[in-house]
């Protein structure tokens, strides 16, 4: 059993409730390899935000269980050493897809776990997540449940209907599992195409799609229902259109990719949402300065000159997100 303290990592229930009194969100990215951690942990520790590691089942597999346990641990490291003197680093799973998995992530260090029971039926979603959060609460470990369906394609996750989250069901979900945050569906999506080209209209200036806007009636009737408590949002990338131009310029092929609009994200970000998933945008970020290089350097081929140039891009993206978008620059002094 390794217990997540001893890595130096925190867990959500004191971020989230800072979050929820003030108006921000905390940021939850993704990461899957170094460069991703390196960019995160550097964006964190020079706003001193609050900052979620998130990773999925695929990408712990990928990364290896054990050594992203050092990994999390190496980043609360990195982070003193970057001035940032009491990080607060949560390691935290996305989209568990079931009991045994959240309880080795939570006996191998993860500080907070997401069971999603979304694609059950409605009793069998509460017993799965009410099962998870008795033995994560055991080792002070939060867990986020899922009410809703999100359309898209993110890792194992895949679905390609949306399913709004229905605020007559959040009060007895919440009470009766245990859980310490809600992912709801308000019309994100995972992946870069968030929307098929029938759902948007196109902006005569530019021809570039424009997104139907999110489901804030959805919102508002969960938070009229739970008061105060913490909600999350998945699928909040914004899919800038810059890295999608560089990445088509320098021959990828993403027709029609669009994303969530950041003016929406600040929005929610207001309101009880107190954490925001960002995966795809990393990805476009780090996808496009690769591109970029191999395209005016083809003779390359020395990884640390593309990949440190897609990891400074990330980081600058994630500073952008924390500052511009979350607001929760300086929460974390």
């Known amino acids: 059993m390794v217990d997540y303290k001893s890595l130096g990592l925190v867990n959500t229930k004191e971020m989230f409730a800072k979050a929820v009194h003030g108006g921000y969100a905390i940021p939850a990215f993704n990461f899957n390899n170094m460069e991703q951690l390196q960019a995160i942990i550097k964006a964190a520790?020079?706003?001193?935000?609050?900052?979620?590691?998130?990773?999925?089942?695929?990408?712990?597999?990928?990364?290896?269980?054990?050594?992203?346990?050092?990994?999390?641990?190496g980043a609360v490291e990195y982070a003193k050493s970057l001035g940032w003197?009491?990080?607060q680093i949560v390691l935290h799973l996305d989209h568990g897809d079931s009991f045994e998995l959240c309880k080795d992530c939570v006996d191998n260090g993860f500080s907070s776990v997401m069971i999603d029971g979304s694609h059950l039926p409605y009793e069998e979603n509460v017993a799965l997540t009410k099962k998870v959060c008795e033995y994560a609460h055991e080792h002070d470990v939060t867990v986020e449940g899922e009410l809703g369906v999100l359309a898209g394609v993110e890792d194992e996750v895949s679905s390609d209907h949306h399913t709004y989250t229905d605020p007559e069901e959040v009060v007895d979900f919440v009470t009766r599992t245990g859980v310490d945050s809600l992912a709801i569906s308000?019309?994100?999506?995972?992946?870069?195409?968030?929307f098929t080209p029938e759902q948007c209209t196109r902006d005569p200036k530019t021809g570039r799609l424009v997104p139907p806007p999110l489901a804030f009636d959805v919102l508002e009737g969960v938070e009229a229902k739970i008061p105060g408590f913490p909600i999350v949002l998945h699928g909040s990338s914004s899919v800038p259109q810059e890295y999608v131009d560089i990445i088509n310029s320098n021959g990828g092929k993403l027709p029609n990719a669009i994303g969530i609009p950041e003016e929406e994200l600040r929005k929610a970000a207001k309101m009880d949402v107190c954490k925001i998933n960002i995966d795809s945008d990393s990805r476009l970020a780090m996808t496009a300065a690769v591109r970029q290089v191999f395209a005016e350097k083809p003779a390359e081929f020395d990884p640390?000159?593309?990949?440190?140039?897609?990891?400074?891009?990330?980081?600058?993206?994630y500073k952008h997100k924390i500052i511009a978008v979350l607001g929760s620059e300086g929460k974390a002094e």
């Open 85 to 87: 003197e009491h990080p």
């Open 45 to 73: 520790a020079d706003t001193k935000s609050p900052v979620i590691l998130q990773v999925s089942k695929g990408a712990r597999n990928y990364a290896n269980p054990i050594l992203l346990r050092y990994m999390a641990q």
């Open 304 to 317: 640390r000159k593309y990949l440190g140039p897609a990891r400074d891009e990330m980081e600058k993206l």
């Open 186 to 194: 308000i019309g994100t999506s995972h992946g870069a195409y968030k």
